[in-house]
């Protein structure tokens, strides 16, 4: 996968990927692809906790990709 989608060119998810990419870059002392990796972790769990509710389950699969980072 290369490149930006036109469809999601300019858009604020665009945006907030490449506002967050570099501090969790620099955050995690790692590459753009571990970067990528936590922040689309991040993303899943937050889609996760608004679709279910389930904040304790969530919490802790929070809490386990912290201690993976």
């Known amino acids: 996968m290369r490149g930006t989608p036109a469809a999601a060119r300019g858009t604020a ?3 907030s990927v490449r506002e967050w990419l570099p501090r969790l870059r620099q955050g995690l002392g790692g590459s753009d692809a571990e970067a990528t ?3 689309a972790a991040l993303r899943g769990l937050l889609l ?3 679709a279910t509710g389930d904040t304790a ?3 802790a699969a929070f809490e386990e990709l912290l201690g993976k980072l």
């Open 13 to 15: 998810s665009e945006t």
């Open 57 to 59: 389950r969530v919490a």
């Open 37 to 39: 990796l936590a922040l």
């Open 48 to 50: 996760d906790l608004l």
